[in-house]
């Protein structure tokens, strides 16, 4: 089976950085997705890791440690529209992720 | 390019009654997964098509479930008799073969009474 661990809510401010982290414990590893998803709206895509290290894509970054189990999304410059719910998912040696139950995120002014 | 559509967004039934969700994956793209998030809980698997065939139902929580994807393009969900613990969100996503993104529609959020 699958353990995916992921903090339920965080709080930040316009204009700052936030880290969003992810543990995950699995039979096998076959990538790592972080989603945003808005209240009411269909998940959305960020980020795919499946080696070591950090993907940048603009303002959002993710890492990965498959040693340690372990993934964390960085957003920077903070924006009110980043409020959503970041969903981590893992792949085990399948095709199908296994989902947390998301980290609702809260910016304010 | 229109994304992935579902229908109804919102059902209210009662127990006992059955209900039918429909999703419309984006054109072309012939893998086609459904989901359900429970209120509390973490999105879960259900199937998965490749065009029209199953190729791995091992999340339908039981026989009261039946989706179905004739001619490999939509597909709907069914539920029948619906119970108390059917009620969330019902996700659908699409991807073309061999890639790593979903694309997810918004989902059909279900209410069993």
């Known amino acids: 089976g699958q353990n995916i661990d992921q903090p339920t809510e965080m709080t930040a401010t316009e204009g700052a950085i936030v880290q969003i982290n992810c543990t995950y414990q699995t039979s096998g590893f076959n990538g790592l997705f972080w989603y945003q998803q808005h209240a009411g709206e269909a998940p959305t895509f960020l980020s795919y890791?499946?080696?070591?290290g950090l993907e940048e894509k603009g303002r959002f970054s993710s890492f990965l440690s498959r040693s340690k189990g372990y993934s964390y999304l960085l957003l920077k410059e903070l924006q009110m529209k980043d409020s959503a719910s970041y969903l981590c998912?893992?792949?085990?040696?399948?095709?199908?992720?296994?989902f947390g139950r998301g980290t609702s995120l809260i910016v304010h002014p | 390019e229109a994304g992935v559509t579902q229908f109804p967004s919102h059902s209210v039934i009662e127990k006992g009654q059955t209900v039918t969700l429909r999703c419309d994956p984006i054109s072309g793209h012939d893998n086609l997964y459904w989901y359900r998030r429970v209120m509390g809980k973490e999105i879960k698997f259900l199937l998965h098509f490749v065009k029209e065939s199953k190729q791995d139902e091992s999340g339908m929580p039981n026989n009261r479930f039946l989706a179905e994807r004739t001619g490999g393009t939509y597909s709907t969900l069914k539920v029948q008799p619906a119970e108390l613990e059917d009620s969330g969100v019902y996700f659908c996503?699409?991807?073309?073969?061999?890639?790593?993104?979903?694309?997810f529609g918004p989902g059909t959020r279900l209410t069993v009474l």
């Open positions: 890791n499946v080696l070591d």
């Open positions: 996503a699409s991807s073309p073969l061999a890639t790593k993104e979903q694309f």
């Open positions: 998912a893992v792949r085990d040696l399948g095709y199908i992720p296994t």
